[in-house]
């Protein structure tokens, strides 16, 4: 008898997980048949990622990567393939970035020219959509190494994700720094999700290469329009030649419905130093992977991040950083402040590979929780298989302390005021970690305006709380 409840309730699962693919089929399907012509090399690549997909499915938390973060609410939910939606000038203005060198806008997976500024490019830089670069290589002039460079790093056997972007992405960014080239403003890169009316998904995919002692800073800005519920599944690949400096900035801040998924797969040659900085600020259910392998000598690396999560967010950020050559120094610094019943994931590996003698690795998690409901599920690890090396690894979590906000209280600071300098504190170790002027002030703004929100929020909560203990008082009050 149990053999046949057993039997019957793997079918329902196939059952449910077959329905799930359905719609991801419908995608692939409807992608497959718009005819747009690519290499034949880029087709191989999509039905091989596709077809790992398909087998696969959706990670559960009994796979070690996804133990803390469960995707069932996704999986649930059926997507469709976002359309093409009209979205103006003035719609996107609020999330200019000042001082930027060039903005690419892609709307629900799709590059807007209209909407976008690359007029007057620095020299050295090359930028355009990845679709336009793969309709150049149709015409036989495709740019330097695209076919070896996308899809040669993000590893869709590894990550279901990767392999389902790589399946169904239709547009993304293409940049190319030439060698020597030090691009002195930030490249913003406007990923937008516009409200069709039902629930969307998106595969943005993006390649950057920067050559040999090339320098440039690049922004993924991810935002909402509307509160309409959307997948955004990313993928960047990024490549950093010998002596080259390359920073990449993430930033998350779609609305409460969305889920946000997003990989860097960065590959670094001798010499090369590569500044990674997260910060998720939105999303109902975010997923931030970054994936750095230090692959020649002397390479460095800092991975730095911050979440600030509220209500039922769950923010997971997995890292995993690989030494592969010898001399390498990586950093990874994460603060995460978390109230409400949000729930954040610091998932910290480092792996040092047995050439990698001489490594230098150091991994820090630090946490506030706001309040009793509030969750972290923190895991720093170190995988050593080198003998001749430094690495260290901690984390903490703790709360505001009542000493400090009195003392700041006594000093004429309204409660508000006093919570949000103490939570900006906190926060100000991931911008310090940030050297280009117009992207840290473009974080700064944002951090600021995050926390304040928060702080508003805590306080109002507060004075409920006190009012439900105290119901006569406040009645007499009126």
């Not at 649930?76 to 060039?102: D, N, W």
């Not at 946000?260 to 590569?274: F, I, K, Q, V, Y």
């Not at 003698?357 to 995988?383: C, G, M, V, Y």
Request: with cysteine; aromatic share 6%.
């Amino acid at each position: 008898m149990s053999g046949a409840i057993e039997t019957e309730s793997r079918r329902e699962t196939m059952a449910t997980v077959a329905k799930q693919m359905d719609n991801y089929l419908e995608a692939y399907r409807e992608l497959r048949g718009l005819g747009r012509p690519e290499p034949e090399w880029m087709k191989n690549l999509r039905d091989e990622a596709w077809e790992l997909f398909r087998e696969q499915g959706f990670p559960t938390t009994h796979n070690e990567d996804w133990r803390f973060t469960s995707v069932a609410p996704l999986a649930r939910t059926r997507f469709r393939r976002a359309g093409h939606a009209m979205v103006g000038a003035e719609q996107i203005e609020a999330y200019r970035i000042e001082g930027s060198a060039c903005r690419l806008v892609f709307v629900n997976g799709r590059f807007a020219p209209a909407i976008s500024d690359a007029r007057n490019l620095p020299a050295g830089l090359e930028i355009c959509s990845l679709a336009r670069a793969l309709d150049c290589g149709m015409a036989g002039c495709a740019p330097d190494g695209i076919e070896q460079q996308l899809g040669g790093y993000a590893d869709v056997h590894r990550d279901v994700f990767v392999a389902l972007n790589t399946a169904l992405w239709e547009d993304g960014a293409y940049l190319r720094i030439r060698r020597g080239a030090a691009i002195e403003q930030p490249v913003h890169l406007l990923y937008v999700t516009a409200d069709g009316g039902e629930a969307t998904m998106t595969h943005p995919r993006t390649l950057v290469i920067v050559e040999d002692a090339g320098q440039v800073a690049v922004v993924e800005d991810y935002v909402s329009l509307g509160e309409g519920a959307a997948m955004c599944n990313s993928v960047t690949e990024l490549i950093a030649g010998q002596d080259a400096a390359v920073s990449h900035y993430l930033v998350e801040r779609e609305n409460l419905a969305s889920f946000n998924l997003s990989t860097l797969r960065a590959e670094l040659e001798r010499g090369a130093r590569l500044a990674s900085h997260s910060m998720l600020l939105g999303g109902g259910l975010v997923r931030n992977n970054v994936h750095p392998v230090l692959a020649g000598e002397g390479a460095e690396c800092l991975i730095n991040g911050l979440f600030v999560g509220e209500g039922r967010q769950h923010l997971d950020n997995y890292l995993l950083v690989e030494h592969a050559k010898p001399h390498g120094s990586s950093r990874q610094f994460y603060n995460g402040i978390l109230d409400e019943q949000a729930h954040g994931v610091f998932h910290g590996r480092v792996v040092v590979h047995l050439d990698a003698q001489k490594t230098d690795a150091k991994q820090t998690n630090r946490n506030l929780l706001l309040s009793d409901d509030a969750r972290i599920d923190t895991k720093p690890q170190l995988e050593i298989h080198a003998d001749d090396v430094k690495c260290t690894h901690g984390a903490t979590i703790g709360q505001i302390e009542e000493e400090p906000l009195f003392y700041l209280r006594s000093r004429g600071l309204d409660e508000v005021a006093a919570r949000n300098l103490l939570l900006y504190a906190f926060a100000a170790e991931c911008l310090d970690r940030m050297h280009e002027a117009p992207a840290r002030a473009f974080a700064e703004a944002l951090i600021r305006e995050r926390l304040l929100q928060l702080a508003r929020r805590k306080h109002g909560a507060a004075r409920l709380e006190r009012q439900d203990e105290n119901p006569r008082n406040w009645e007499e009050v009126g």
